[in-house]
C-alpha cells in the first residue's frame, strides 16, 4: 500500500499541526480558557489531509533553502484562511456536520462561529509577520487575505445559481477557480515566492496548483453522490439538497430523462424527489465522464512539469500528480 | 468639512466592489464622516486619502454586517456573512494595490481585537473611537 501523501513529500503533518497549534498559543490577547481557543484547537485536532499547508511546503522548495523556512508562514496562514472559509461556509450551506463531528455554529452558536473566523485570519496574518522581516512577510501575508475577495464571488455566484439548471460549464468552471482553484494555486505560488523563488516559477508553480485544484473540486462534487454519510461526515447529497450546481449535474442536465428530473427540483422539493434524483444521477453515466474531465485537469498540471525539467524538486510535483490522479 | 472628499471616496469604493456582489455602500454614518474630516485635515495627497478613508469604510461596513446577522433568515444570513467576508477582504486588495500596507498593520490588530470582545460578550461601541485613534497616529507618523 502506497504512503500518504505527506509521508511521500517528507513532511510531517504533526509538525504542520504543532504550527497550526502555535498560531493560537503565541497569541498574548487569546485566553487559553476561552470558548474560541478551544473552538479552534479542536478544529487543528479534528485534523485532516492538510493539503493547503502542503502544496505551500512544495513550493517552498523551489526557492532557496535559506528561506525555505519562510513558506511555513505562507503554509499556517492559508490554512487558517481555509478553516474560517469552511466555517462560515458552513453557515452559510446550513451544514450541522463537519468531518463527522458538530461543526462550529451548531456546537456554538452563529455569531461565535463568524467571529471566530474573523479572528482566525486576522490572527494567521498578524503571525505570519512576526518575528522576522516584518515588512515583507506582513505584504505577502495581505497579498494573499485579499484573496477572499475571490473566493467570496465564488461564493456570491453559487449562492445566486442555487437551483439555477440554465448554469453553463463554462460558468460552473469560473466559479471552481474562484471558490477553490484559486487558493491552491495560491499555496504553490506563494511558498515559492516566501522562499524567494523566481517570479516565472511562482507563476508556473500556481497554474499547476490551480489544474488540480479544478480537479480536486470535481473529485469533491463526487464524493456527494459516491460516499455515504457516514464516509463524508456531513449530510451525503447535500449538494443537491442545497440546490449548488456540481459537474455531473450539469452533464446530468444533456441527458433528457435526468434533466426532466432535475427541473423538478426546488429548495421546497420533497426528500423523496432529491432521493430519487440523486439515485438516478448514481447510475447514469455522467460520474464517469466527470472523472473524465478531474483527469484532464491533472494531466493538465502534469504538462507544466515540463517547466521545471532538472530542478530537484520536480518528484515533488510528480508525487502531487499522482496523488490527485489517484485520488479522482 | 471636505463633503466631496468622503463623497469621491464612496463613488471609487463602490466603483472597486465587485458587481455580482450587489453591495452599495452610503455616506450616512456620522463616525464616517468624523473620519472624513479628520483625514481630510492632513497634508497628504487626495488620492492617499481617499485610500486611508476607504479602508475606514469598509472596515466599518464589514463589521457592521457581521454583527447584524439574522440566524432565521437563511438567504439574508448568508448574505450578510458573504458581504462581510468580502469587504474585510476588499480592505487588503485596496491597501496593498495603493502601497499603504502599513495601514493593514495598523488596522488588523484593532480588527482582531475586535473580534475578540465580540467573542466576549462586550459591544464594539469604542471600536471606532480606537479606529480613529490609530489612523491619527498612522497619518501623523506619515506626514512626519
Same mark, same amino acid.
Given at each position: ?6 509521508e ?31 473552538? !479552534?484547537?479542536q ?30 508562514? *505562507? *503554509? ?13 461556509d ?35 496574518? /498578524?503571525w505570519?509577520? /512576526? ?23 465564488? /461564493? ?44 516565472? !516559477? ?24 459516491t ?18 450546481i ?9 441527458d ?24 438516478? !444521477? ?20 502534469k ?26 | ?17 465587485? &458587481?455580482?456582489?450587489? %453591495? ?7 463616525s ?6 479628520? %483625514?481630510?485635515?492632513? #497634508? ?10 476607504? #479602508? #475606514?469604510?469598509? %472596515? ?13 433568515? &437563511? ?5 450578510s ?6 469587504? %474585510? ?13 502599513k495601514?493593514?498593520? &495598523?488596522?488588523?490588530?484593532?480588527? &482582531? ?11 464594539n461601541e ?19
Amino acid at each position: 500500500m502506497k504512503k500518504p501523501l505527506h509521508e511521500q513529500l517528507q513532511i510531517s503533518l504533526h509538525e504542520i499541526n504543532e504550527m497550526l497549534l502555535h498560531i493560537i498559543q503565541s497569541d498574548h490577547e487569546l485566553q487559553r480558557s476561552s470558548v474560541l481557543y478551544a473552538s !479552534v484547537e479542536q478544529l487543528i485536532m479534528a485534523g485532516g489531509k492538510r493539503l493547503r499547508p502542503i502544496m505551500a511546503l512544495v513550493g517552498g522548495r523551489f526557492g532557496t533553502s535559506e528561506r525555505a523556512h519562510l513558506a511555513w508562514k *505562507a *503554509a499556517g496562514l492559508l490554512e487558517y484562511m481555509h478553516m474560517a472559509s469552511l466555517i462560515h461556509d458552513d453557515i452559510i450551506d446550513d451544514s450541522p456536520l463537519r468531518r463527522g463531528e458538530q461543526s462550529l455554529h451548531a456546537a456554538t452558536d452563529i455569531g461565535t462561529a463568524v467571529h471566530a473566523g474573523n479572528y482566525m485570519i486576522a490572527r494567521a496574518l /498578524e503571525w505570519s509577520s /512576526e518575528d522576522e522581516l516584518i515588512d515583507e512577510n506582513f505584504y505577502m501575508g495581505a497579498e494573499l487575505a485579499a484573496l477572499i475577495t475571490e473566493l467570496c464571488v465564488g /461564493e456570491y455566484d453559487q449562492l445566486q445559481h442555487r437551483f439555477d439548471f440554465s448554469m453553463t460549464l463554462d460558468e460552473y468552471l469560473e466559479k471552481t477557480k474562484r471558490k477553490t482553484a484559486l487558493l491552491m494555486g495560491a499555496c504553490m505560488s506563494a511558498g515559492a515566492r516566501a522562499a524567494g523563488a523566481d517570479e516565472a !516559477v511562482a507563476n508556473k508553480l500556481y497554474e499547476f496548483g490551480e489544474a488540480l485544484g479544478i480537479a480536486f473540486q470535481i473529485h469533491d462534487d463526487l464524493l456527494d453522490f459516491t460516499c455515504s454519510s457516514e464516509q463524508l461526515g456531513k449530510p451525503s447529497g447535500a449538494d443537491l439538497r442545497n440546490g449548488n450546481i456540481t459537474l455531473p449535474i450539469i452533464y446530468a442536465l444533456e441527458d433528457e430523462e435526468l434533466r426532466r428530473q432535475l427541473l423538478l427540483l426546488h429548495r421546497d422539493a420533497t426528500e423523496a424527489q432529491f432521493n430519487e434524483a440523486i439515485e438516478a !444521477v448514481k447510475k447514469s453515466a455522467v460520474l464517469d465522464r466527470s472523472r473524465q474531465l478531474a483527469e484532464q485537469y491533472t494531466l493538465k498540471a502534469k504538462s507544466i512539469l515540463e517547466n521545471f525539467e532538472g530542478h530537484p524538486s520536480i518528484k515533488d510535483l510528480q508525487v502531487l500528480v499522482s496523488y490527485f490522479l489517484k485520488a479522482v | 468639512m471636505d463633503k466631496k472628499l468622503l463623497l469621491d471616496t464612496l463613488d471609487l469604493v463602490n466603483e472597486l466592489i465587485h &458587481k455580482q456582489t450587489n %453591495i452599495e455602500l452610503h455616506a450616512d454614518d456620522r463616525s464616517l464622516q468624523e473620519l472624513a474630516e479628520m %483625514i481630510g485635515s492632513y #497634508c497628504m495627497t487626495r488620492s492617499r486619502k481617499m485610500t486611508v478613508l476607504s #479602508c #475606514c469604510m469598509l %472596515i466599518s461596513v464589514g463589521i457592521r454586517k457581521h454583527n447584524h446577522l439574522l440566524p432565521d433568515d &437563511k438567504e439574508s444570513l448568508a448574505r450578510s456573512i458573504l458581504d462581510g467576508d468580502y469587504l %474585510i477582504g476588499l480592505i487588503y486588495r485596496v491597501a496593498i494595490s495603493r502601497k499603504e500596507q502599513k495601514l493593514l498593520q &495598523k488596522i488588523n490588530p484593532i480588527y &482582531k481585537r475586535m473580534q475578540l470582545q465580540s467573542l466576549e460578550g462586550r459591544g464594539n461601541e469604542g471600536f471606532m473611537t480606537e479606529l480613529k485613534r490609530e489612523i491619527k497616529d498612522y497619518l501623523d507618523q506619515q506626514s512626519a
